[in-house]
């Protein structure tokens, strides 16, 4: 695979579905595409978020991006062991809005990453990431650079009260960052990502998904 920043059309993105006999669907509504995802990652699902161009100016690019809930427990185990080919301690990167908030001490800049002490009082919604000394690393994402992840991460934060979500680069081990639908496809259907989320469209390995985490 070799790493391509450009974006590309839902019509694109649909024909290379279709071309591959996949069944999928497609949610015109950005809102409850965002409500639909929140849903699937709350129910501990590891989600690849593909959407926009995917500029690399991020150690994770948020555009190109395998997510998960933190406050599930089974999170680095899922990630780590399962998707990164990881030993489980690794930590796990952490993507939030930039700024300060209530739930830790630090300062977020957009595309930076930082390590960061978690509230005693958030811990348990961050769970999987956060390490024994109480902190995690942490990457600030702004409407600038997120390729819509900063607004699904607020939804996702008003929803269930979870304020960020653990993001690892959507790449296989040893592979670069996808850069095209047919790659995103590909490492899916290798790997132990659950749900593909490129632009609007909404696949899943299980077809059960699709239907019982409709907004």
Known sequence: MSQNGRAYSEQDVKATLDNCRLTYVYEPDRGRLRTRVSHILGAGMVVA???GAG?????????????????NRWARENVNR???????????PLVAATGTALWHDGQLEPCKVRRIAIDAAWRSQVVSAVDRDGCVDA???????????????????????????????FCAPSEPVVGT??????????????VLVIERFVLAKDQWILGSHAS
């Open 55 to 71: 500029a690399a100016t991020c150690g994770i690019v948020p555009g190109r991006a395998v997510i998960s809930d933190p406050s």
């Open 49 to 51: 978020w593909f959407q």
């Open 82 to 92: 399962f998707f990164r080919q990881m030993p489980i301690e690794t930590p796990l």
């Open 181 to 194: 639908p047919r790659e995103a496809i590909r490492t899916m259907f290798s790997s132990p990502i659950d």
């Open 139 to 169: 990457l600030g994402v702004s409407e600038a650079h997120d390729s819509g992840l900063v607004e699904l991460i607020r939804d996702h934060s008003g929803r269930t009260g979870v304020p960020a979500l653990i993001a690892v680069p």
